[in-house]
T-cell receptor, first 120, second 114 residues
């Protein structure tokens, strides 16, 4: 089975441009997470979806960031306009999740290879 | 915000040495996971610990969850160059709802040389 697929793997853009990162989760997983990783701040959760519905976007830095999940097999993270401080590696991860039930153990999150974004 | 502090931040050792990485928080977690991340790749799950005081072994790696479920440790025996990577602990806060929202630690970067 294919793992989580992210595209592009590398993106270099100029400040002010729109950037769209794409993610295809593992088939059958119903939770999807977007993370950002930098040396200074480590791995930060930006937003996560359960059954295609955004559950918590409190980690989204500001209105320039938006994420969508139009169906169970595709999600996008968009930055408009991009700024140099957005430079980071962006990861998408997916996992099983039991919507509507209390659970006691976290499910394993499967991470994609990441998109390295450089904004100049 | 529930923070997970890892120590040390960086560790450079020679092949064959033993080491311990710590993950500490003031908050209680219902479970805790350890991931390893290699350069250019995403984190990969190593283990999940659930019960306070639990010890799990994965070959040369030993994981322990604190009795109060606020801290954890990872011990590597006879480290090998293949153990090189970024080690991340991730806690599952108590009573967060329906999906697995993890809080990741600050990370420990390990380098094992010949």
């Amino acid at each position: 089975d294919a793992g989580v697929i992210q595209s592009p793997r590398h993106e270099v853009t100029e400040m002010g441009q729109e950037v769209t990162l794409r993610c295809k989760p593992i088939s059958g997983h119903n939770s999807l997470f977007w993370y950002r990783q930098t040396m200074m701040r480590g791995l930060e959760l930006l937003i996560y979806f359960n059954n295609n519905v955004p559950i918590d976007d409190s980690g989204m830095p500001e209105d320039r960031f938006s994420a969508k999940m139009p169906n169970a097999s595709f999600s996008t993270l968009k930055i408009q306009p991009s700024e140099p401080r957005d430079s980071a590696v962006y990861f998408c991860a997916s996992s099983h999740g039991l919507a509507g039930t209390l659970r006691t153990v976290s499910y394993e999150q499967y991470f994609g290879p990441g998109t390295r974004l450089t904004v100049t | 915000t529930q923070l997970l502090e890892q120590s040390p931040q960086f560790l450079s050792i020679q092949e064959g040495e033993n080491l311990t990485v710590y993950c500490n928080s003031s908050s209680v977690f219902s479970s805790l996971q350890w991931y390893r991340q290699e350069p250019g790749e995403g984190p990969v799950l190593l283990v999940t610990v659930v019960t306070g005081g639990e010890v799990k072994k994965l070959k040369r790696l030993t994981f322990q969850f604190g009795d109060a479920r606020k801290d954890s440790s990872l011990h590597i025996t006879a480290a090998q160059p293949g153990d090189t990577g970024l080690y991340l602990c991730a806690g599952d806060p108590v009573n967060t709802g329906t999906a697995s929202k993890l809080t990741f630690g600050t990370g420990t970067r390990l380098q094992v040389t010949l």
